[in-house]
């Protein structure tokens, strides 16, 4: 063992100072790199133009960074910087593009990196209405070159007022047998008020379309009613009982007729000598030959006149004294005077 020890310490006295001194300046030089490396980062510094720049520093703040490797960050672009295990980073720059966006004929310029319509639009500080729209639609996504176009929509209502010209209705009345190729005017036709609501829809101050969205009578036409002889046309508007209907003019079932005179008249509607109601369809009687409350059918005897289905709930003094058998009610003068007297049979029901 102690011929080995002597014999190496005999080499290395051989090895000439020279080498000595090479090899403690590369050991020192190795010492001083590995410390560099503990001590320094290294950051990869790109951007989406395709820029990149390695760096080794001590920097870590961003925008230290982007000026040392000379790869800075526009006012709009974003930035990303990301640490890895131990001293490896990096630094992404992902540069913003201009979007044109034109509303009310001015257009004004948005810088975005990544994003959609209705973002651009909050940059530009551009609102929309409730009915604008934008091409394209506010959610879609943007790329380098899009422009953005908002559209001013509005709709405008316009009511025009027109003239709504009167019917003409025939009633026809066997009242007027006497007089067959005569007619009257019961009502003067009156025109009416019509309004028509139409909505146009306005893009960028131009009409696009219109539509009528409402139309409404707002004074009704009143008819012009004309009376005018039917043959066989019932005067009275009282309908027919249940089970009793007029075959040739005759009821289908009563407990008998009376012939007699029938007289007309007219009076305010309101009640009669029994109780009950007056209006287009009662009659008069004298009680003790026809009971208040009967149902009658009253017709002339030669047919062509048809007071039809009437109710008895008056009395007079020319049925009382048996100058006429009925009074029949009309709702105008002039109708009981046309009525006149005549002839007729009084069916019981």
């Known amino acids: 063992m102690t ?15 020279r080498a000595w001194a090479v090899t403690i300046c590369a050991a020192s030089l190795c010492c001083t790199l590995f410390g560099l490396y503990l001590a320094l980062n290294i950051v990869l510094v790109t951007d989406s133009d395709g820029n990149r720049q390695m760096l080794f520093t001590t920097a870590e703040d961003p925008e230290q960074l982007m000026e040392v490797s000379g790869i800075v960050a526009g006012e709009y672009d974003d930035v990303f910087y990301t640490e890895y295990s131990g001293n490896l980073a990096s630094l992404n720059i992902q540069r913003a593009f201009e979007v044109q966006v034109t509303a009310d004929g001015q257009t004004r310029t948005a810088y975005i990196t990544e994003g959609t319509v209705e973002q651009a639009l909050e940059q530009v500080g551009e609102v929309l209405g409730e009915h604008d729209y934008t091409e394209p639609s506010l959610n879609t996504s943007l790329n380098e070159g899009d422009a953005v176009t908002v559209h001013r929509v509005e709709y405008r209502d316009t009511v025009v007022q027109t003239e709504i010209q009167p019917e003409t209705v025939y009633e026809e009345t066997s009242l007027l047998y006497r007089r067959k190729n005569t007619t009257y005017v019961i009502q003067e036709g009156v025109p009416g008020v019509r309004e028509t609501t139409s909505r146009e829809r306005v893009v960028d101050g131009v009409v696009e379309s219109a539509e009528v969205i409402k139309v409404e009578d707002v004074v009704p036409a009143q008819d012009e009613i004309i009376m005018r002889y039917g043959a066989g046309a ?7 009982p249940e089970g009793i209907s007029i075959v040739n003019g005759v009821p289908s079932s009563y407990r008998r007729v009376l012939t007699g005179r029938a007289t007309a008249y007219s009076a305010s509607r309101g009640r009669g ?16 030959v026809i009971p208040y409350g009967s149902l009658l059918y009253i017709t002339s005897t030669d047919g062509q006149f048809v007071y039809g289905f009437a109710v008895a709930t008056d009395t007079g003094s020319a049925m009382v004294e ?28």
Do not use: C, W
Not at 6 to 13: M, N, S, T
Not at 234 to 240: D, G, Q, Y
Not at 323 to 340: I, K, P
């Open 234 to 240: 019932v005067i009275s508007p009282l309908e027919a």
């Open 273 to 288: 000598s029994s109780g009950l109601g007056l209006y287009l369809g009662t009659v008069a009687v004298d009680p003790n």
């Open 3 to 17: 011929k080995l020890i002597e014999h190496l310490r005999r080499r290395f006295e051989r090895i000439p100072a």
């Open 322 to 349: 048996g100058h006429a058998l009925v009074d029949l009610f009309y709702e105008t003068t002039s109708e009981a005077l046309m009525s006149a007297v005549q002839q007729v049979n009084v069916y019981l029901l």
